[in-house]
């Protein structure tokens, strides 16, 4: 069962323009949601991260959204650069231990 | 700190041999879990560990894979008999329960392919 899910599962954007990546839960007993960047014959590496009781959190370009009521947050990629590219995976932990559950992963492309 | 190593970095067996991929977790990290990644299924989580002990191994596809980790700096996972459908990059991270929020550290991966 999928806990987090993510959408789209790719996407392709033009230099400049507007990366938005959603992902959505169900489990309440989420806590903390981080964003992975993935390149190529690489592991994941944490980009940004927020917990539940702030809305938005912002490091340079990259921003997370996050609406507790609707249990969706969305990582939003400002002024969008070739060297984004990469796979983006949103992730939860639960609150009973250290796990981080992943969504399905978006490749994402930035055209010069 | 050299962060997560895993070895080998690739790995090609034929179908039936054992396959064990190693993990070295950062010094200090008291979890340590197991993912793998295909291009259908993304990123699953194996078998997790907390201070060396399994908390949770329901992400373990069948009994021809095993998990242990002996000792706070080790880890290694075994499928024994290898098939094709287990190719995939495995990937060993760990993490520190005394920092929050939570950073998993994810090593480079084993690619492997089973032929």
């Known amino acids: 069962q999928q806990q987090v899910k993510q959408s789209p599962q790719s996407l392709i954007v033009q230099k400049g323009g507007i990366s938005i990546i959603n992902c959505a839960y169900e489990?309440?007993?989420?806590?903390?949601f981080p964003w992975y960047q993935q390149f190529p014959g690489k592991g994941p590496a944490l980009l940004i991260a927020?917990?539940?009781?702030?809305s938005e959190k912002k490091e340079g370009r990259f921003t997370i959204s996050f609406n507790k009521s609707a249990k969706q947050f969305s990582l939003h990629i400002m002024d969008s650069q070739p060297g984004d590219s990469a796979t983006y995976f949103c992730?939860?932990?639960?609150?009973?231990?250290?796990?981080?559950?992943f969504g399905g992963g978006t490749r994402l492309m930035v055209k010069p | 700190d050299a962060g997560v190593i895993q070895s080998p970095r690739h790995e090609v067996t034929e179908m039936g041999q054992e396959v064990t991929l190693r993990c070295k977790p950062i010094?200090?990290?008291?979890?340590l879990f197991w993912y793998r990644q295909t291009m259908m299924r993304g990123l699953e989580l194996l078998i997790y560990f907390n201070n060396n002990v399994p908390i949770d191994d329901s992400g373990m596809p069948e009994d021809r894979f095993s998990a242990k980790m002996p000792n706070a700096s080790f880890s290694t996972l075994k499928i024994q008999p290898s098939e094709p459908r287990d190719s995939a990059v495995y990937f060993c991270?760990?993490?520190?329960?005394?920092?929050?929020?939570?950073?998993?550290?994810f090593g480079q991966g084993t690619r492997l392919t089973v032929v």
């Open positions: 010094s200090g990290h008291d979890y």
């Open positions: 991270a760990s993490s520190s329960e005394q920092v929050f929020p939570t950073e998993a550290f």
């Open positions: 489990n309440t007993a989420f806590d903390y």
């Open positions: 992730a939860a932990r639960n609150n009973a231990g250290n796990m981080l559950t």
């Open positions: 927020i917990r539940p009781d702030v």
